[in-house]
């Protein structure tokens, strides 16, 4: 890691500040080169500084420069930040200067928390956490990803690895020992603690689905005959133009997405094809696209319009179809009903709650957005503990359990051993610390002196 690497880390846009990161073993030097005559800064002070270009003397910009000595920077290397006019040939200037000095390189995407992890700033999971962090879009995104950025996710994972360890170093101690020099009970200790990792783990399992979805966002499908208004919906919901609102039948040949922020879930939300016996093959694409996103949907927001005879027959059936689904029963066009009507209840007959609202004139939309984002937040968790937030983490997860109910039926300790190695492998990936053998090292200490 000989390299010293710089990048504009503030945006590309045009601001009043701009900020330039610095890390590697040259820090000090390039930020001497470019104040050339000043005090060199104390760590972590900012101090104002004319930065000047290295070979032509001649200044670029008055700006501030802090100074981060290794290894207790965001890196773990000497590290420095300059902060400049956020004009673009002021940018320009100080990245052209940076460019000419020797051993230093423009970074690549990601380095520097790349450089944090090598160094042992910050574990895989935390590393993740500040990508998410700069990708949050809502308020409960930002908070799920500021707590795995803080090492939550990390902190629970080492707990684990402890477990497992002691785990392993028991079962290893039978292989080295003889039986009879072991209490009993110490096997069923081991029993014991394996059933309640394992009952843990797949309860973590199971509730990372709904981290991931935070994450990811969470999908809500709009289904309903042709014509019901699904797309005016949707345009409400969106309050802009997503989806195109035709009075034709089946115009919307495709599945439009539109992302939504409900009361800090994100969420996905999906305008299908109406749901109908297509006429030609590109509505039958349609159609098919439709059905799909309406069966991985998390929430499915079942239309149709008041003035629609077959309406309550479909609310009625909705549930039975989405069984996996929270299901909304929604009644359009509720500005076509006579008083008369509306007071008959057309939903009542189904004998299921139905929400009355009218894309056209905004009526019962609010209620709608309501209860769409209750069922949101429902799918996506209020994000308070440290789940696990990926696929990755959940596969490393599912990997740890396996290898765990592995050990537990295992024909002998070496075996049941190896197995508990793999499990405490499996969570490692996680962090990205698979430092195993050092542990066991730790433990097995520990475990002989108090046995
Ligand atoms: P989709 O096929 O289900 O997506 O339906 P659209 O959103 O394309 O709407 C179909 C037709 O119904 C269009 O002519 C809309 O203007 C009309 N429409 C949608 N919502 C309402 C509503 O709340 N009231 C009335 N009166 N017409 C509506």
Redesign the pocket.
């Known amino acids: 890691m000989a390299e010293t690497i710089y990048a504009l880390a503030s945006g590309g846009a045009k601001a009043g500040i701009a900020v330039i990161r610095l890390s590697g073993p040259s820090a000090g030097e390039v930020v001497r080169a470019l104040t050339p005559g000043a005090p060199f800064p104390a760590p972590r002070r900012a101090v104002r500084r004319v930065f000047r270009h290295p070979q032509s003397g001649r200044a670029l910009d008055d700006g501030l420069a802090l100074w981060f000595p290794g290894p207790r920077s965001y890196t773990g290397e000497d590290a420095a930040e300059l902060h400049i006019h956020g004009g673009r040939a002021v940018r320009a200037a100080l990245l052209d200067a940076l460019a000419a000095l020797p051993g230093c390189r423009l970074a690549e995407p990601g380095e520097f928390t790349r450089r944090a992890f090598l160094n042992d700033r910050l574990d895989l999971s935390q590393a993740e956490g500040v990508v998410d962090l700069i990708e949050a879009e809502t308020e409960a995104q930002r908070r799920q990803a500021l707590r795995q950025a803080e090492g939550a996710l990390g902190r629970r994972c080492a707990a684990w690895a402890e477990r497992l360890m002691r785990l392993a170093a028991h079962a290893e101690a039978w292989i080295d020992f003889p039986d009879e020099d072991l209490p009993a009970e110490s096997r069923d200790r081991n029993e014991f603690e394996m059933q309640q990792l394992e009952a843990e783990l797949t309860q973590e399992i199971e509730g990372s689905v709904r981290s991931e979805r935070l994450r990811d966002g969470v999908r809500v499908a709009i289904v309903?005959?042709?014509?019901?208004?699904?797309?005016?919906?949707?345009?409400r919901l969106a309050g802009r133009e997503a989806?195109?609102?035709?009075?034709r039948?089946?115009?919307?040949r495709d599945v439009v997405e539109v992302g939504l922020d409900l009361a800090g879930v994100p969420v996905v939300a999906a305008?299908t094809a109406?749901l109908r016996e297509a006429a030609d093959e590109i509505e039958a694409e349609g159609v098919r696209r439709a059905r799909a996103a309406a069966a991985a949907a998390d929430v499915v927001v079942c239309?149709a319009?008041v003035t629609d005879p077959a309406a309550p027959a479909l609310w009625t059936d909705a549930r039975a179809a989405y069984p996996e689904a929270a299901v909304l029963l929604v009644a359009?066009?509720?500005?076509?009903l006579t008083q008369d009507a509306a007071a008959s209840g057309i939903g009542g007959a189904a004998g299921e709650p139905v929400l009355f609202?009218?894309?056209?004139?905004g009526a019962g939309i609010e209620v709608l957005v309501d209860r769409l984002a209750a069922a949101a937040a429902e799918a996506a968790g209020a994000g308070e503990e440290a789940g696990l937030t990926r696929a990755r983490h959940r596969e490393a997860a599912a990997e740890c359990l396996a290898a765990l109910r592995r050990a537990r039926r295992a024909p002998s300790p070496d075996l049941e051993a190896e197995d508990l190695r793999l499990a405490l492998r499996a969570i490692g990936r996680i962090t990205g610390k698979v430092d195993v053998e050092d542990l066991l090292d730790v433990v097995f200490r520990d475990f002989c002196i108090g046995k």
């Open positions: 309903g005959p042709p014509n019901a208004g699904k797309s005016s919906v949707l345009n989806a195109i609102v035709h009075a039948a089946g115009t919307t305008d109406g239309v319009a359009n066009k509720s500005d076509l609202v009218s894309a056209q004139t």
